[in-house]
């Protein structure tokens, strides 16, 4: 009797993916998001260049320059922003590099002391920079720490404020830094560059730097938007930063500040792109 050959059924393939299904989810959550996103910011540009009775005009954007106290607490606040991105990045980048190479079992530690700053209501953190400020005053004032920190604050600068905006900016650069320290392997990476005789400063900014470029700029550019957006603490402790001159303004000239309000977001979409288009490029 012949053998008679079986032809093996072949396992179905993977389902094609639809396209076009894909494509028509993605494009509507893409334009949900585009109406949230510009439809406030269209009635609020139509609010600086509409004036009942005198029709349209571009007039509150011509005065944004001339406004007394724009220049000053702009560059406040962007002297804050910079001095506020180095120093949170000195002191966490080396904290995570720390802790994932010699000690590993206290991650989630510094994680947790890392986001500790997002379950502080921003009043109760302003009432006890107050209370140690008053403090420090009478138990640290003839010691050389307090006459350094007296010394170098000043009302075109304050210090205090690059203190605190540290604080409440590390649960957000701590996230990105990790994000990005993920995807490498830091501990190949370190020890390669140890064995070959590179110091630990070298490790640093040209190993360990480089192949995390986006995540340090994310950090950067969410720093940077929570200082030009932050108002509670430098209001309570009476500083004219950036939000506190335009809710100042709102008082007086309503559409001066919403088109000082628009042009900061603009602003900062602005650098969000690039942000993503820098990150986008490197990968």
Known sequence: MAAVATVPESAPGPVAPRPRRVRFWRGAVLGVAALYFLVPMAVSFWFTVHTEGKGISLGVYGRILSAPGFLPSLLV??????????????????????????????????????????VVPPITYVVGIGTALRGGTEALAATPFWATMIAIQ???????????????????????????????DVRTLVEAARNLGASWPHVMLRVIVPNIRSAIAGASFLTLALVLGEYTVAALLGYQTFPVWIVTVSGNDGQLSVALSVISLLLIWLLLLTVSGAGRKRS
């Open 77 to 118: 606040s962007l002297g804050l922003a910079a001095a506020t991105i180095v120093t949170v990045l000195l002191l966490t980048l080396p904290a995570m590099l720390a802790v994932r190479l010699g000690a590993p079992r206290l991650g989630p530690v510094l994680e947790v002391v890392a986001t500790l700053p997002l």
């Open 154 to 184: 000043s009302e075109r600068f304050p210090v205090v404020l690059v203190l605190a905006y540290v604080v409440l900016t590390l649960p957000f650069v701590y996230r990105s830094l990790d994000a990005g320290l993920r995807v490498i």
